[in-house]
């Protein structure tokens, strides 16, 4: 058991920056689609499905290519003039954005780091408190 208490802080670490990642580029990814979907002329609620769309494609592979690649398609077929390189322009753009408001969020509550290592070092504390055998387990605890 001590394995797995002492990889614990490793992998949430690595987890927490995997997900913060993700949703970044997933916040990202909705920003861009907003931003194409006025482009295209799409309706509140259609561009709203269509930024959907855009996320959902962004979480086939890792980077921006499969972002790009919709983005461009959809122009492509509604004959709007674009490149390739305003979209990568546009998603440089909101990547800033959705960084800038992250960090102006993380400064307004604990961070999670901070937050998982109080609970880490709490459940060490529990274990080390809890009783072994298990005659001392079945005992009421006193109020």
Not at 21 to 44: F, Y
Not at 85 to 101: D, F, P, R
């Amino acid at each position: 058991m001590s394995n797995t208490v002492s990889e614990a802080p490793r992998n949430l670490a690595a987890q927490f920056a995997t997900e913060s990642t993700d949703r970044l580029n997933a916040r990202r990814n909705m920003r861009v689609g907003l931003w194409a979907g006025a482009k295209l002329g799409l309706p509140e609620e259609r561009r709203a499905v269509y930024a959907l769309e855009v996320m959902l494609s962004g979480m086939i592979d890792l980077g921006h290519d499969d972002v790009t690649d919709k983005i461009m398609h959809d122009f492509n077929k509604h004959e709007i003039p674009m490149t390739r390189g305003q979209i990568l322009a546009q998603l440089s753009k909101e990547h800033y954005c959705v960084m800038t408001l992250s960090h102006l969020n993380e400064a307004r509550r604990p961070a999670a780091r901070f937050i998982a290592a109080h609970a880490l070092s709490a459940l060490r504390r529990t274990e080390t408190t809890l009783p072994t055998d298990k005659s001392s387990a079945s005992k009421p605890i006193p109020l």
